[in-house]
């Protein structure tokens, strides 16, 4: 056995997975390359490992031990793929050529389940029968990957930035190995230190936003000639902007999806991480105070709101749900602004 295999199985984790190329899902096998280079691109004094791990949970984990490790549960892996698919199937973005068009049939009863429970959260994710109906359409191919890549970029950057500010090591004062665990919904930890680890969170995810858009405008550029590039270009990704919106959209998408709403009822100042329409509303501010690609304060401003509103429309039309247009103004209250600026007073202790 190998350190990485005793590093999972000291913090009680599931046993790696081989990523086979044969495996079901289609894309184990890029995107575990992709991984070991997101890693790679963090590394600094310690040894940094990616790797998949078998369990179904919707899960990440970012450790800090002897090395540095990414660890990305399948099931976390399942729900981004078919997340993609479903958006490839159900014809939302209609400029790319596919065999349906966008219907929007909402019903009751699939509104009031999650959309991590409508997207099957556990159930392996089978490239074959998931993607019949669409597999012979390449535009639709092009969607679902660009898709996909984005939201495991952001998800597997954002256990990097934990690495990349060491936010283990200095938790733990140096002394002992330390670990992430991102159930990506919030666990009750107690106060003071839940400050402190949403701070840690609200940092991550600010990171994987500006990894994730600079990576997608890089690999376009670098990639300029190829067909695929020229049919993102010409129908979601022309410019600085787009890309921009593109990423938060499916930022936000990644929130809304990750979200089972079952922090209401918790104190806020003892969740180990911030609800996820909050963390949504801190990438959007990211955004705006960073802008990223230096696009302008306008074009900014326009990706929160079609980020926002889009989303919404994307995952109603995708689960034939009726949209929950109090998602984001649910944290809207002085409540909440008071708790943004806890975190925001932590934020430069962890950076
Ligand atoms: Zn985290």
Redesign the pocket.
């Known amino acids: 056995m190998d350190a990485l295999d005793s590093i999972l199985r000291r913090f009680g984790l599931p046993p790696r997975l081989d990523p086979r190329p044969d495996d079901a899902s289609g894309f184990l096998v890029p995107f575990h390359i992709e991984g070991r280079e997101i890693c790679r691109s963090v590394k600094k004094t310690h040894e940094c490992c990616f790797t998949f791990v078998e369990g179904v949970l919707m899960q990440a984990v970012?450790i800090q031990d002897e090395m540095d490790v990414i660890a990305i549960h399948a099931g976390m892996f399942w729900l981004l793929c078919r997340l993609a698919a479903t958006a490839a199937e159900s014809g939302v973005f209609p400029a790319f050529q596919g065999p349906f068009e966008a219907r929007w049939m909402p019903t009751a009863e699939l509104s009031v389940q999650t959309p991590r429970t409508l997207l099957g959260e556990g159930v392996p994710f089978d490239w074959k029968s998931e993607t019949a109906s669409w597999i012979t359409h390449p535009e639709r191919q092009m969607l679902f990957l660009v898709i996909l890549s984005v939201l495991f970029r952001f998800v597997t950057y954002?256990?990097a930035g934990?690495l990349w500010y060491d936010h283990g090591r200095r938790r733990s004062g140096g002394k002992r190995a330390s670990i992430?665990i991102?159930r990506t919904e919030p666990s009750e930890v107690g106060f003071p230190g839940a400050i402190a680890s949403q701070a840690?969170?609200i940092i991550?995810d600010s990171f994987a936003l500006e990894r994730t858009i600079k990576v997608l405008e890089r690999e376009l550029s670098l990639k300029a000639e190829l067909e695929m590039t020229k049919v993102l270009r010409a129908k979601l990704l022309a410019d600085e902007k787009a890309i921009t919106g593109f990423v938060l959209t499916m930022v936000f998408l990644y929130f809304r999806v990750s979200d089972r709403s079952n922090w209401h009822a918790v104190s806020l100042d003892t969740l180990s991480?911030p609800p996820a329409p909050f963390r949504a509303k801190a990438v959007a501010a990211a955004l705006l105070e960073h802008r990223h690609l230096s696009i302008s304060e306008e074009a900014a401003g326009s990706a929160v709101r079609s980020a926002a509103a889009g989303s919404e429309a994307i995952l109603s039309v995708m689960l034939g749900i009726y949209p929950n247009l109090r998602w984001l103004d649910d944290i809207s209250t002085s409540e909440f602004d008071k708790h943004f600026n806890k975190i925001y007073d932590e934020i430069p202790q962890w950076c």
């Open positions: 970012a954002h256990e934990h992430f991102d840690r969170e991550a991480h």
